[in-house]
C-alpha cells in the first residue's frame, strides 16, 4: 500500500434511462476532477463508462494531475 498515492475509481452509466442527466453528470465529474488536480500529492484515475449491456475501461489508471 502506498500512503503517497490516492486511487480514484468512477464508473459512469452511459445507458439511454441516463440520457436526460447526461450533463449534469459530465459537469460533476469534470468538477470532481479539477478538485483532485488542485489536491497535494500523486493520484491516479480509472475510469469505466457503462452501457445497458457493457463496461469496459475508457482510462486505467492514469494519472489524475494531467490536463489534456
Do not use: H, W
Request: charged share 15%; with cysteine.
Amino acid at each position: 500500500m502506498n500512503d503517497q498515492l490516492t486511487e480514484i475509481a468512477c464508473v459512469i452509466d452511459r445507458s439511454g434511462s441516463m440520457q436526460s442527466m447526461a450533463d449534469d453528470a459530465i459537469g460533476g465529474f469534470n468538477a470532481f476532477l479539477q478538485i483532485q488536480q488542485q489536491q497535494p500529492g500523486a493520484a491516479r484515475l480509472t475510469l469505466v463508462l457503462s452501457t445497458t449491456n457493457t463496461s469496459s475501461p475508457t482510462r486505467d489508471s492514469i494519472s489524475a494531475k494531467c490536463r489534456p
